[in-house]
């Protein structure tokens, strides 16, 4: 929604020499990606409530014969179908103001959300939700596994841009980022928010450094790990406009270690006598992915997942917030030609992402604007909208990653600083979780 100094040589200064054929052979765009992915969204939205909502597929199943009466039906078909064309129609479009031949992105784009679909329905067994194997991971390990193993990737170049998609995808998460929701919950989330992303990110940027990583890689582990992780690392990438090879490297990094997080720590809560409100906001303010959130707060009780989302909902508007922050820290230290320099206007707008700002000025509508019957009732399409956009983004990170430059990256140092960084916050989280939740500082409040 969009994963390295020395470190960075290992694969910035020396590609491989498919990553460089492929580079060479990308059009340049004639309209900055950003803005694309914002108008793509923006379309999409508006058709959505303009009353273009086609039916939800269903993907939950939990028996071989559940899986085929209600997932693998023509009816539910039709419905994925109809979703597929929503997004498909824009995303031509954009693609062809990017330059890029309108029928293989299109066939290339077919196959793709083929392929998401599966990550869709395999995250759908109840076996998958109840351990936290959520469609992004499947998406990722699928797209790593046909990368590595046959030629897809390069016959469907045209097509794998996880970045477009990811961001198109957070452009249409705004919908569901509502200051209003932020309002009802109190300030109590906020502030720990705040306090988490400040101090966790500070600390994470540090030990990056210390063990001698690059500031853009650092920067985008600080981020990952502080805020809201893959959404996150994608916002400072842009803000930074950062390698995506590296971007690449940090999801893997976020979806490998949120899955044992995810088990694990809803278990410690459980055995600990953790209040529920404090778990919540524990789990909410450390796990990096907010699907990860809710199936962690599920697995202790209504009120946790609750405390869970609020905390997670905090982080992630804080997204738009850290990436203008980061712009602007970062055209001051390297300005335009990187070298340090004074920060402009027109370096700061230069650098800044786009994207964020679509993902702001939706979340303002749909907060302030359109009436909260409009909002509930465009909620399933755009979700279901959303979590396409991100399959096939996550589907498109797998293919374009390569294992031999992961395991070049750094001799193993970001995977240290990562889980160490993820340490520090899983402790000063969990302070400040009992410090604001657990009644030490405030009473304790209330999620329904």
């Given at each position: 929604m969009s994963t390295f100094g020395p470190m960075s040589r290992a694969i910035a200064a020396t590609p491989t020499a498919s990553s460089t054929a492929d580079e060479a052979q990308q059009p340049t765009p004639l309209v900055n990606e950003d803005w694309i992915a914002v108008a793509i969204g923006a379309a999409i939205i508006l058709l959505v409530i303009l009353g273009l909502r086609p039916a939800v597929p269903r993907f939950g199943w939990d028996t071989p014969d559940a899986l085929s009466a209600t997932v693998l039906t023509a009816e539910n078909f039709s419905k994925w179908?109809?979703?597929?064309?929503?997004?498909?129609?824009?995303?031509?479009?954009?693609?062809?103001?990017?330059?890029?031949?309108?029928?293989p992105f299109l066939l290339g784009f077919a196959v793709l959300y083929t392929v998401a679909g599966v990550a869709q329905v395999l995250a759908g067994f109840t076996g998958s939700s109840a351990v936290g194997l959520e469609y992004v991971?499947?998406?990722?390990?699928?797209?790593?596994?046909?990368?590595?193993?046959?030629?897809?990737?390069?016959?469907?170049m045209e097509a794998v841009r996880a970045e477009y998609y990811i961001k198109v995808g957070l452009v249409v998460l705004g919908a569901s980022v509502l200051f209003s929701e932020l309002v009802e919950a109190g300030l109590l989330g906020i502030a720990q928010a705040l306090l988490v992303v400040i101090s966790v990110w500070s600390f994470s940027f540090w030990l990056a450094r210390r063990m001698r990583i690059d500031e853009e890689l650092a920067t985008m582990l600080s981020s990952a790990v502080s805020i809201c992780g893959v959404s996150a690392a994608i916002a400072t990438c842009g803000a930074i406009q950062g390698d995506r090879r590296k971007l690449s490297y940090v999801s893997s990094l976020v979806l490998v270690v949120a899955v044992p997080m995810m088990l694990v720590m809803p278990w410690v809560s459980r055995i600990t006598g953790m209040p529920d409100a404090v778990s919540g906001a524990w789990l909410g303010g450390t796990l990096d992915t907010s699907a990860a959130v809710v199936a962690a707060g599920e697995l202790v009780s209504d009120q946790a997942r609750n405390a869970a989302v609020v905390v997670k909902l905090s982080q992630n508007v804080l997204i738009g917030v850290a990436a203008f922050l980061l712009t602007i820290w970062w055209s001051t230290r390297h300005g335009s030609s990187g070298e340090k320099s004074s920060t402009g206007i027109g370096v700061i707008w230069e650098r800044f992402p786009k994207f964020v700002l679509g993902f702001l000025a939706?979340?303002?509508?749909?907060?302030?604007?359109?009436?909260?019957?409009?909002?509930?009732?465009?909620?399933?399409?755009?979700?279901?909208?959303?979590?396409?956009?991100?399959?096939?983004?996550?589907?498109?990170?797998?293919?374009?990653?390569?294992?031999?430059?992961?395991?070049?990256?750094?001799?193993?140092r970001p995977v240290v600083v990562f889980l160490g960084a993820q340490a520090f916050n899983v402790v000063v989280t969990l302070v400040f979780a009992y410090l604001f939740f657990g009644g030490i500082l405030f009473p304790v409040p209330t999620f329904n």
């Open positions: 179908i109809q979703v597929g064309l929503l997004m498909l129609v824009p995303a031509v479009a954009g693609a062809r103001v990017m330059g890029v031949p309108a029928i991971i499947y998406a990722l390990v699928i797209g790593l596994v046909l990368g590595q193993t046959t030629t897809l990737r390069r016959r469907l939706v979340s303002l509508v749909f907060s302030f604007v359109i009436s909260s019957t409009a909002v509930s009732d465009t909620r399933s399409v755009l979700t279901a909208v959303r979590t396409g956009w991100f399959a096939l983004a996550f589907l498109s990170i797998g293919l374009e990653t390569s294992f031999g430059d992961l395991a070049r990256v750094g001799g193993g």
